[in-house]
């Protein structure tokens, strides 16, 4: 049975475009465009905006990433390309992409679930096999990004539990809509995170679903509270030290949404080992909740080697595919292939 892989890995789930070259779990490559500047001025990504650019840019980034990892098409074992969950626009110029690759160099193609790959992305290794983490298996996985807020229990790679996953806005979506109602601009959730250093988590807001039993998240509610509490603030209030203090408010109430159902997941399925994944890990209140909690129940807290595997890119999809590779499963018919926005197969 092949183990070892070198594959080409695609993501253009949203706005980044992104292509990396690994081999197994090492990343030789990877190479990712953002196209935030472009989407600024919407306050949001524009889907068909985004999937213009993709198709501008990916094979200027797909070759950079090949020359980056000094290989080329002839040395590919694989090639592999998000198919979901994502902008469904967006999604279709990875795919159409990879599929076209795949079927010029007669490669098997690798159809990889977004979510999964960044539940992976710890696993994953530098270009000198340096970093990467040994799995203890369960594990529970908490992926925070713009469009998942999720808790995976993990029992070995291919096989998850979804634990519990927003009812409504995802907790990057709320950081994006409370920057919007301070006019902080977009993206809001690092502007926001920058901010609620200076300042002091001094205002209560609402734990969304802190008394609900099961693991899910709701962040809609807690948007909403923000909203009504800011409009009884006039304008003459809203200084910097008012807008920092109540971004570390925010914050904080985010983190305790998050870690409170991660706790309950850890009494009720002993873990051994916590994943991180999603570019709102990137936020360092989160970081330092998580990591309490993990103390507390002695366990181990796992984040990539770098942070640019948190946030959208092709590494973690070309790493989530070679272990998906070692278990032969591949696309069975390219012309069937498709996107799949809402992709969830935990």
């Known amino acids: 049975m092949k183990t070892e892989f070198i594959i080409l890995a695609i993501d253009t789930s949203c706005d980044e475009t992104s292509v990396a070259v690994t081999k197994n779990d ?7 465009y953002s196209q ?3 989407h600024q001025k919407y306050g949001g990504v524009v889907p ?7 198709q501008k840019l990916i094979k200027e980034v797909i070759n950079k990433a090949l020359a980056k990892s000094g290989k080329n098409f002839n040395q590919l074992d694989a090639v592999a390309v998000t198919i979901g969950p994502g902008l469904p626009p967006a999604l279709e110029v990875g795919v159409k992409k990879a599929k076209e690759i795949a079927l010029k160099y007669k490669l098997p193609l690798v159809g990889v679930n977004h979510m999964e790959a960044h539940l992976l992305s710890s696993f994953a290794k530098n270009s000198k096999g340096k970093g990467g983490l040994k799995p203890k298996f369960p594990a529970l996985g908490l992926l925070v990004s713009g469009g998942h807020t999720q808790l995976v229990l993990m029992k070995d790679f291919g096989r998850y539990k979804l634990l519990g996953e927003t009812i409504d806005d995802a907790a990057g ?3 994006d809509k409370v920057a919007k109602m301070l006019n902080l601009g977009y993206p809001g959730g690092p502007i926001i995170s920058q901010l609620a250093k200076e300042g002091k988590a001094k205002y209560q807001l609402p734990v969304p679903m802190a008394q609900s039993k099961d693991l899910n998240f709701s962040f809609s509610g807690l948007k909403t509270a923000c909203l009504y509490f800011l409009q009884k603030i006039p304008p003459e209030q809203k200084t910097r030290q008012f807008i920092c203090d109540f971004a570390a408010s925010f914050e904080k109430t985010v983190a305790k949404a998050l870690t409170l159902k991660l706790e309950k997941a850890i009494n009720k399925f002993k873990p051994r080992q916590i994943l991180l994944g999603g570019g709102v890990i990137n936020n360092l209140t989160i970081r330092k909740e998580v990591r309490k909690i993990a103390k507390k129940y002695h366990l181990e807290v796992c984040l990539p080697y770098t942070n640019k595997l948190l946030t959208d890119n092709a590494a973690m999809v070309g790493v989530c595919a070679w272990y998906q590779a070692k278990r032969k499963d591949f696309v069975k018919n390219l012309k069937t292939l498709d996107r799949q926005p809402n992709l969830n197969f935990w």
């Open 36 to 38: 935030v500047e472009f």
């Open 173 to 175: 979506e709320a950081f």
């Open 26 to 32: 090492w990343v030789l490559a990877n190479i990712v």
């Open 48 to 54: 068909f905006l985004a999937q213009k650019i993709h």
